[in-house]
């Protein structure tokens, strides 16, 4: 039958060989939605469709996205960022999967997204910033996995997830390069969170449905 609800897209990108397919195999509840491996190979090309979507709930079909993986040594950087700049048109919903802390290995892959502007364009006329993007892209969700540290301040103090996203996208002294990309993702995406995910031999109960 066909879909006869509003329907969404959830689509999952980050470097190659993360377990970005595992993770969408999570939110199936199954091991066989998108092909996963063990070799050093990527397994995901283009970007790849459960043709089976999520039923959210009775007013909401979600649809989820398998994109391939950034940084492949079969791909160069032009791939990468079309890639993206597809997700992003596709998408209700953009996951960026990444082990670990927030570093500056994941803010150098985002960093691919200040030149999605050179294939998106709002007026045929005139190059579009990120800010003039934002309205056309979707909720930002950065997905840090096997992460076990605490979450603190740099005085010590306690912080949600919100505010260590914040403080990670917030402009340092003397970091030009890294503070233009972080520019680039505050203002693409004014709607942005951040999810944390234990290593799953530690609680397996966390790793279920969260909302997106």
Not at 59 to 83: N, P, R
Not at 158 to 175: H, N, P, R, S, V
Not at 200 to 208: D, I, S
């Amino acid at each position: 039958a066909g879909v006869r609800t509003p329907v969404a897209a959830v689509s999952v990108v980050g470097r190659y060989r993360t377990g970005k397919s595992t993770l969408l195999n999570c939110l199936c509840d199954t091991d066989g939605a998108f092909t996963v491996g063990d070799t050093v190979n990527a397994c995901t090309k283009g970007i790849r469709m459960r043709k089976t979507p999520l039923h959210a709930s009775p007013e909401l079909t979600v649809f989820l996205l398998d994109t391939e993986g950034i940084g492949s040594l079969s791909a160069d950087g032009d791939h990468d960022t079309k890639i993206l700049a597809l997700a992003l048109l596709l998408s209700s919903s953009f996951v960026f999967n990444s082990l670990g802390a927030i570093d500056d290995a994941g803010l150098q892959s985002l960093g691919l997204m200040t030149r999605v502007s050179d294939f998106i364009r709002v007026d045929a006329d005139a190059a579009s910033s990120e800010r003039e993007l934002a309205s056309f892209f979707p909720r930002f969700y950065w997905c840090l996995r096997d992460f076990s540290l605490r979450l603190e301040t740099a005085e010590g103090e306690k912080c949600t997830e919100q505010e260590y996203l914040e403080a990670a996208l917030a402009d340092a002294e003397g970091a030009e390069d890294r503070n233009r990309i972080r520019k680039a993702l505050r203002e693409a995406f004014p709607h942005r969170a951040l999810v944390t995910l234990p290593r799953p031999a530690e609680n397996t109960q966390r790793l279920g449905r969260r909302g997106m």
